[in-house]
T-cell receptor, first 112, second 114 residues
Framework: GENVEQHPSTLSVQEGDSAVIKCTYSDSASNYFPWYKQELGKGPQLIIDIRSNVGEKKDQRIAVTLNKTAKHFSLHITETQPEDSAVYFCAAVPGSFNKFYFGSGTKLNVKP | NAGVTQTPKFQVLKTGQSMTLQCAQDMNHNSMYWYRQDPGMGLRLIYYSASEGTTDKGEVPNGYNVSRLNKREFSLRLESAAPSQTSVYFC?????????????FGPGTRLLVL
């Protein structure tokens, strides 16, 4: 099956700085790459996603890039705020059914 | 519109006991999923139901059974709980199960097996 690796496991930044989280995947059939944010005590929530026919997608302060050749994708958060502090998960979805393979998560801490 | 709801929120079991985790969604979604979340391992798919009346194994199905009771409800059963099943369990749903759909997650059930 698909294998998704995510780095770093923890990331601490100063408020206003940028944060970058990276993921690699193994299955070249993967064609959908969502990013989820999980706040303490809650379930994960989608923040942005990208499909394999697109190289980059942006939504206000967050952006995702995809390099299909290298099989890696990244989440970029600019102008970080304390409310961005959470655990972030990447996922890859191979094939035609909606089976998600998640990375191990990145705990982001934004210091005021 | 409550989205995805899960009960109970927290449970403590002794080794060998059984229990059922309940999940319901009110978004008229066809597909539902059960995940477990362990520290440093992300979320791993236990079982999923592509549509009412069907269930399939995910990455880590051993020790679990599921029932898709109707379109709204998808339950996860531990027949004989083991300490290795201590985890946080999340239920999710998506509209049709086609690749590339958003999955909506419930708040989770925290299970401790002693």
């Amino acid at each position: 099956g698909e294998n998704v690796e995510q780095h770093p496991s923890t990331l601490s930044v100063q408020e206003g700085d940028s944060a970058v989280i990276k993921c690699t995947y193994s299955d070249s059939a993967s064609n959908y790459f969502p990013w989820y944010k999980q706040e303490l005590g809650k379930g994960p929530q989608l923040i942005i996603d990208i499909r394999s026919n697109v190289g980059e997608k942006k939504d206000q302060r967050i952006a995702v890039t995809l390099n299909k050749t290298a099989k890696h994708f990244s989440l970029h958060i600019t102008e970080t705020q304390p409310e961005d502090s959470a655990v972030y998960f990447c996922a890859a979805v191979p094939g035609s059914f909606n089976k998600f393979y998640f990375g191990s998560g990145t705990k982001l801490n934004v210091k005021p | 519109n409550a989205g995805v709801t899960q009960t109970p929120k927290f449970q403590v079991l002794k080794t060998g006991q059984s229990m059922t985790l309940q999940c319901a969604q009110d978004m008229n979604h066809n597909s539902m999923y059960w995940y477990r979340q362990d520290p440093g391992m992300g979320l791993r798919l236990i079982y999923y139901s592509a549509s009412e009346g069907t269930t399939d194994k995910g990455e880590v199905p051993n020790g679990y059974n599921v029932s898709r009771l109707n379109k709204r409800e998808f339950s996860l059963r531990l027949e004989s709980a083991a300490p290795s099943q201590t985890s946080v369990y999340f239920c999710a749903s998506s509209e049709a199960g086609a690749g590339g759909e958003t999955q909506y997650f419930g708040p989770g059930t925290r299970l401790l097996v002693l």
